[in-house]
């Protein structure tokens, strides 16, 4: 019998077809009889797929009926990995494996050179696709990075995952971070923090300026200068002796001291926030050989993918 399949004349990407349905509306298998007892997956996609396949490193794409792609994933051994969707149980862990075969109608695998050429294409297919069965990489859009600047007297600090939108502020943006969460928390606790030292500015006083939905901006005068220079380093992922300097500086306030405890959540959000994600952003973009200390948010998983198969 001959495989349902098609491959380019280079042998680096393969296309597998669910077959078309009979006239009856039931799908007509290429096996005959012989595929009563098959697995959905060989039923779908022929017997001999994995057979075809080298044990090499691939991107494989699960795609619907109008060619849409359902789902993107990267393989060190395509063979290997896609014997998983074939053997997938009925345990919840392979839920999502059985959806995937029992909805897609093609099964399409493009061969890479190395494991980090897949992770990047991978990366760049769920960038630009969005499937709907992915979750990381696919909301690239919704990295957000934070904003520091001055407006006369007052200290600038922004969260937005549009900083395009703020240009008029003239504010140099630190970013972009994978975690939104992780981002959030310590740009509450800097807001927070900051107020306490200085006096936080109410919204009738902030500058005007877009304010696309998740956009926080916050004006707070009174911050010592070099306490703003020691929080530009903190932000670039130099050095995290801000974290220290504002502790101290907050010492002085009887406020900070009769709420000790809300303080330390949330200076330890910020020395948290420091090692997790900006002092790693600025080797990565080291590595990179890249100025600054701002990635655009199409480019900043492919970054990471680069960093570490370099290492």
């Given amino acids: 019998m001959e495989s349902p399949f098609i491959s380019s004349s280079d042998a680096?990407?393969?296309e597998f077809f669910t077959p078309r349905c009979s006239p009856g509306g039931r799908e007509a298998s290429p096996l005959g009889s012989a595929a009563v007892g098959l697995r959905q997956f060989d039923r779908k996609f022929g017997v001999d797929?994995?057979?075809?396949?080298?044990?090499?490193?691939?991107?494989y794409l699960f795609?619907?009926?109008?060619?849409?792609?359902?789902?993107?994933?990267?393989?060190?051994?395509?063979?290997?990995?896609?014997?998983?969707?074939?053997?997938?149980?009925?345990?919840?862990?392979?839920?999502?494996?059985?959806?995937?075969?029992?909805?897609?109608?093609s099964l399409e695998v493009r061969l890479q050179e190395n494991e980090q050429e897949a992770l990047l294409v991978e990366?760049?297919?769920i960038r630009t696709h969005r499937p709907r069965y992915n979750v990381d990489g696919a909301f690239e859009f919704l990295y957000p990075a934070i904003g520091l600047g001055r407006n006369g007297h007052q200290l600038l600090l922004a969260f937005s995952t549009h900083p395009e939108s703020l240009h008029e502020l003239g504010l140099r943006w630190f970013g972009v971070f994978r975690s939104r969460l992780r981002?959030?928390?310590?740009?509450?606790?800097?807001?927070?923090?900051?107020?306490?030292?200085?006096?936080?500015?109410?919204?009738?006083?902030?500058?005007?300026?877009?304010?696309?939905?998740?956009?926080?901006?916050?004006?707070?005068?009174?911050?010592?200068?070099?306490?703003?220079?020691?929080?530009?380093?903190?932000?670039?992922?130099?050095s995290a002796s801000f974290v220290s300097e504002l502790s101290l500086s907050l010492l002085e306030r009887p406020d900070a001291r009769n709420e000790a405890d809300l303080v330390q959540v949330d200076l330890r959000s910020l020395e948290a926030f420091f090692e997790s994600d900006l002092e790693v952003l600025r080797e990565a973009l080291r590595d990179a050989g890249r100025d600054g200390v701002f990635v655009p948010q199409s480019e900043r998983d492919a970054l990471f993918i680069r960093r570490r198969h370099a290492t």
């Fill in 63 to 105: 795609k619907g009926e109008d060619g849409e792609i359902l789902y993107a994933g990267k393989a060190k051994n395509v063979r290997r990995r896609l014997s998983s969707y074939r053997n997938a149980g009925r345990r919840k862990a392979h839920r999502k494996m059985r959806k995937l075969v029992k909805e897609a109608h």
């Fill in 12 to 14: 680096l990407v393969w």
């Fill in 183 to 238: 981002a959030l928390e310590a740009f509450d606790a800097l807001q927070a923090l900051l107020g306490r030292l200085g006096h936080r500015e109410p919204r009738n006083r902030l500058p005007e300026a877009p304010r696309p939905r998740g956009t926080r901006l916050v004006a707070i005068r009174r911050v010592p200068a070099p306490l703003i220079a020691s929080l530009r380093r903190y932000l670039a992922g130099e």
């Fill in 123 to 125: 990366n760049e297919l």
């Fill in 49 to 59: 797929l994995l057979r075809e396949l080298p044990e090499a490193p691939a991107v």
